[in-house]
């Protein structure tokens, strides 16, 4: 818990008006939730924190690049990441997260903790199929690719042609249709 401290913004000696809060993210970060999609990480974090009398504005900004294994050859690179976040504090009789942009805090408390949310938006920034640049543009060397590109169907040299005999049968059952 005592990493998570410098994500604890305490509103209530905060004046009325904007705030600004940066924070910069390593692997140590995503570790402590459990993530380990990651094998390095460097993140800047913008947070324009608003307070107003009888709410918070918290609009999330971040930016930077995460080192991932590609999903189609293994190998690692450098994954730039931007991701945004809005959300609205609210204070009610009870604590409530149930919808993704508005948090209900009781009415007693002082600060909160900003690292969850964090967290979330630059996780779901990922995109589902990390694919390392030298696929897209062909430069990228690798065993695997070489592997998968000779066992590929396009590259089989004795693909097997059909017997006319069943492609006839086939016409039959087509013209019943």
């Known amino acids: 818990m005592k990493m998570l401290k410098e994500y604890e913004i305490s509103f209530f000696g905060l004046k009325e008006g904007l705030h600004r809060f940066e924070y910069k993210l390593d692997k140590e970060f995503f570790e402590f939730f459990k993530y380990d999609e990651f094998r390095s990480a460097n993140l800047d974090?913008?947070?324009?924190?608003?307070?107003?009398?009888?709410?918070?504005?918290?609009?999330?900004?971040?930016?930077g690049d995460v080192n991932v294994n590609c999903d189609l050859s293994n190998e690692p690179f450098d994954l730039p990441l931007e991701g945004q976040l809005d959300l609205v504090v609210k204070f009610g009789e009870d604590f409530d997260d149930d919808n993704d942009e508005v948090l209900i805090l009781p009415h007693g408390e002082h600060q909160m903790n900003v690292a969850q949310y964090i967290y979330e938006m630059m996780v779901l920034a990922v995109p589902s199929k990390k694919v390392?640049?030298?696929?897209?543009?062909?430069?990228?060397?690798?065993?695997?690719?070489?592997?998968?590109?000779?066992?590929?169907?396009?590259?089989?040299?004795?693909?097997?042609?059909?017997?006319?005999?069943?492609?006839?049968?086939?016409?039959?059952?087509?013209?019943?249709k």
């Open 45 to 63: 974090i913008k947070l324009d924190f608003r307070k107003k009398s009888n709410m918070l504005e918290l609009h999330f900004t971040g930016s």
């Open 132 to 176: 390392h640049p030298g696929i897209e543009d062909g430069t990228l060397k690798s065993e695997i690719l070489e592997k998968l590109d000779e066992l590929s169907p396009e590259n089989k040299k004795d693909i097997e042609e059909t017997d006319p005999r069943w492609d006839d049968l086939k016409k039959l059952l087509i013209d019943k």
